[in-house]
């Protein structure tokens, strides 16, 4: 999974990146650097870490997430976004300023999220229109020498859905399109149209308040969260051992780095299955409803190849057993076929042929 962090300058995306990455890219009051960050973050997982613990691999090996931070953007100075890495994120992390700090002066003049949320939809919408008219431009010009049917119908798409859609400026992630026609779009990397995860990057002291979000509505089809970017920054810059005790303080049961991969997994509708062995512990990354041959391909084209059942149980059940043997003794292991849907936090082994 690949997250595109974006927002306005000093929102704080630099100081959510490195949270989430345990990295020390630089933040600041002025210009910190002009710079697109990239980090890779294992997903924390309890479930897997409980597994590791019990066989106590040679090899672990948890989900990772790779994370974008790009700069913010001053229209002022004539700055645009960094679209380029962004086109090709599975889903967009907007950080969204909603801390107090008289010191630190914000773009637009005053703390404002709702209207913060909009003005970067916007954006997103504006560059997607140009994207779609270029297109739209370049297909009108080869009507002369005639389009494939296949053009024809991109033209339509474009013309009669997306174009008035964005001109409308309505996100395109609000649409509902069919799944050849999501196929068509998806070459275009259109940013209004990926997944929204909102951070509301709040004061320190509401760091663990449930209602931090309190008065601000995610658009529709986006999924809001509540973090304090600098308090996770320091934390995450603490000894793991400590790290624990001050999220408690701060009144969080999970580090940012698990929060938002979570809600990263939810808005795109992954799941985690594990394998389990002396070797090796693993988490392996599928869509929600990914059958147990699908899930094979996502090991090795060759356990897909040559899928012939899916041993499954769930992770807490073997746990709870210590062992797949006992397990199987009481029967919460299961034999699947090929077109088992695979379920979150399932242990999968696999039996194959080639
Ligand atoms: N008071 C307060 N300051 C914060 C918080 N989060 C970030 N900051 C500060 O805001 C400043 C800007 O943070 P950055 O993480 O560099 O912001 P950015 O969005 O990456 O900025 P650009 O990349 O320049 O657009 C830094 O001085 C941070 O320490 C917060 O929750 N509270
Ligand atoms: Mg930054």
Redesign the pocket.
């Known amino acids: 999974m690949q997250l595109g962090i974006l927002?306005?300058?000093?929102?704080?995306?630099?100081?959510?990146?490195?949270a989430l990455t345990a990295s020390r890219q630089?933040?600041?009051?002025f210009?910190?650097?002009n710079t697109t960050n990239v980090g890779v973050a294992a997903v924390g997982d309890r479930r897997l870490e409980q597994l590791r613990d019990l066989y106590r691999p040679k090899r672990y090996v948890p989900a990772q997430v790779r994370f974008v931070?790009?700069?913010?953007?001053d229209r002022g100075r004539g700055e645009t976004l960094d679209l380029a890495e962004l086109r090709m994120m599975d889903a967009l992390v907007h950080?969204v300023?909603a801390?107090?700090?008289a010191e630190?002066l914000h773009p637009a003049g005053d703390v404002d999220p709702q209207r913060d949320i909009a003005a970067i939809d916007l954006e997103l919408i504006l560059a997607d229109y140009e994207v779609v008219e270029r297109r739209l431009e370049r297909l009108v010009q080869a009507q002369k020498r005639g389009l494939t049917d296949q053009e024809k119908r991109e033209r339509a798409l474009l013309s009669d859905r997306v174009l008035p859609a964005l001109e409308a400026e309505t996100s395109l992630r609000r649409l509902d399109f069919a799944a050849e026609e999501e196929k068509r779009l998806s070459g275009y990397g259109l940013l209004s149209r990926k997944p929204m995860l909102l951070i509301l990057?709040?004061?320190?002291e509401l760091a663990g308040d449930p209602d931090a979000a309190a008065g601000v509505d995610a658009p529709p089809c986006s999924d809001l969260l509540a973090v304090?970017?600098?308090?996770e920054?320091e934390i995450s810059r603490l000894d793991p051992a400590d790290q624990g005790d001050f999220l408690a303080e701060a009144g969080l049961d999970q580090p940012s780095a698990v929060r938002v991969v979570q809600a990263g997994y939810e808005l795109l509708g992954l799941i985690s299955f594990f394998t389990v062995g002396e070797d090796e512990v693993r988490a392996w990354t599928i869509r929600r409803g990914s059958t147990a041959v699908t899930a094979a391909g996502a090991v090795h084209s060759d356990i897909e190849r040559g899928f012939i059942r899916a041993e499954v149980t769930a992770w807490r059940d073997l746990i709870d057993a210590g062992s797949l043997a006992v397990c199987r003794e009481r029967a919460t292991l299961r034999l699947e076929g090929k077109g088992y849907p695979v379920r979150d936090g399932e242990v999968v082994h696999f039996r194959f042929n080639v």
């Open positions: 927002g306005l300058p000093k929102s704080g995306k630099t100081a959510l990146f490195n630089a933040t600041g009051k210009r910190a650097s931070d790009v700069p913010g953007i950080v300023r801390f107090e700090d630190l990057n709040v004061d320190e304090s970017a600098r308090l920054e």
